[in-house]
């Protein structure tokens, strides 16, 4: 196993602090950013095979640039 960095997250304590309950509602914020409009998947379900990785990620980009304009196209409708 390698480790990489150094940085550790404090052991959980009995006791609630203030600056955790913080922590983890702005990591649950920024969670639910990234799907801001529910269920709207940006990959299909499906099995896929593919002969480079770079076949993949070009599937991968075009499947998240039709998600952004999905995204885009509903906020200029509840914007209009």
Do not use: W
Request: hydrophobic share 35%; glycine share 6%.
């Amino acid at each position: 196993m390698r480790i990489v960095g150094r940085k550790s997250e404090p052991l959980p304590t009995s006791a609630a602090s203030g600056e955790a309950l913080m922590r983890a509602s702005s990591f649950n914020e920024m969670m639910q950013s990234t799907m801001p409009y529910g269920k709207m998947g940006c990959i299909p379900k499906g099995i896929y095979r593919f002969k480079t990785h770079e076949e993949a990620n070009r599937q991968q980009d075009e499947c998240l640039a039709k998600h952004m304009a999905k995204i885009q196209i509903k906020i200029n409708k509840l914007n209009q």
